[in-house]
């Protein structure tokens, strides 16, 4: 896997494949927060939408204030990736980058060295949206805020979504943001649970994976146009990418909060399924992916081919 990722392919990879919130505890001392290299794609793709589409990345609902929990992310982000993020009483230092953005966003200080694209795409951003935008290109995760009070999704920081534009979720209930998904009826009935749960002291994370021809890790489906398999399975699986989500919740119980975090890899299902073992784990799992699965996720044509390729692999 990418270095950068913590992927638990084992957790995550079973058959009979069932859509379930599959929460487990975080080990004492994991990171939930990683830096984002400046020389990374993920930065370049995080940089592009914030100059060319910020409004659909960087969302806040009109009644919420999401600043204490952004000074609680900072705090978590000096402890688990030291020197990325330093808050004073002023604002926000992003050290990689060379900015200081203030708590309201209308100071905007470069330092020493200052990294000038990003300088320029935060310049060019309303007041309300340079600290987020900071945050972002900052870290490798996307960000939201899950409100405990109100169950709902009031602030978010998403520039690589995966086949989901941000603006559909802005302000509504987790079960109202899973409500496309499919098979979805054991999410819904655990939402309102689900919301109380992470919002309490213990840190949870969760894995997601997917097999996609997209080699992006922005997928927003208004910037990206879907991309048809092909036929043959040696075609399908040169084309395969296997992307995947660790998703983690910094619990914030004084503010009855969490942040949310959602680290996207992806890279080319060859090289992520480079074992007999891994090969079977994918073929059991994706053999008993329902219609509905196959279809919401965009593997209806490829499962054939992608199950060839897989059995020829598990029997190398």
């Known amino acids: ?13 079973k058959a009979p494949f069932r859509m379930q919130p599959g929460l487990r505890k975080l080990q004492p001392g994991s990171r939930q927060l990683t830096a984002l290299a400046p020389d990374s794609p993920a930065f370049a793709e995080k940089l592009a939408v914030l100059s060319t589409a910020p409004d659909d990345a960087l969302l806040c609902t009109d009644d919420f204030d999401p600043l204490p929990a952004l000074r609680a992310l900072v705090e978590n982000a000096a402890i688990q990736c030291p020197g990325v993020l330093d808050a004073n009483a002023d604002g926000v230092l992003g050290f990689a980058l060379g900015w ?29 949206q340079r600290l987020a935008a900071l945050l972002s290109l900052s870290l490798h995760e996307d960000l939201a805020i899950v409100d405990g009070k109100s169950a709902t999704l009031p602030w978010l920081a998403v520039c690589l979504p995966s086949h ?7 302000g509504r209930s987790f079960a109202a943001v899973h409500g496309p998904v499919a098979d979805n009826a054991t999410l819904l009935a655990a939402s309102e649970h689900l919301v109380r749960l992470v919002c309490q002291p213990a840190r949870w994370e969760r894995f997601v994976w997917t097999v996609t021809p997209h080699a992006g890790l922005d997928r927003h489906p208004l910037r990206h146009e879907p991309v048809a398999w092909c036929k043959s399975a040696g075609e399908v699986a040169a084309q395969a990418h296997w992307r995947t989500e660790h998703q983690t919740f910094i619990p914030l119980p004084s ?51 992608l199950l060839a390729w897989l059995a020829e692999r598990a029997a190398a």
């Open 100 to 128: 200081h953005v203030g708590w309201n966003g209308v100071a905007l200080q470069p330092r020493p060295g200052a990294h000038e694209r990003a300088g320029a795409c935060l310049a060019a951003l309303p007041a309300t």
């Open 164 to 170: 989901w534009a941000p603006r559909d979720k802005i």
């Open 255 to 305: 503010l009855q909060q969490a942040l949310f975090t959602i680290h996207v890899d992806v890279e080319p299902l060859a090289q992520a399924i480079a074992t007999p073992e891994r090969a079977a784990a994918l073929h059991a799992a994706l053999s008993t992916m329902s219609d509905a699965v196959l279809a919401y996720r965009g593997l209806s044509e490829a499962r054939e081919p």
């Open 1 to 13: 896997m990418p270095p950068s990722s913590r992927f638990d392919f084992d957790a995550a990879v």
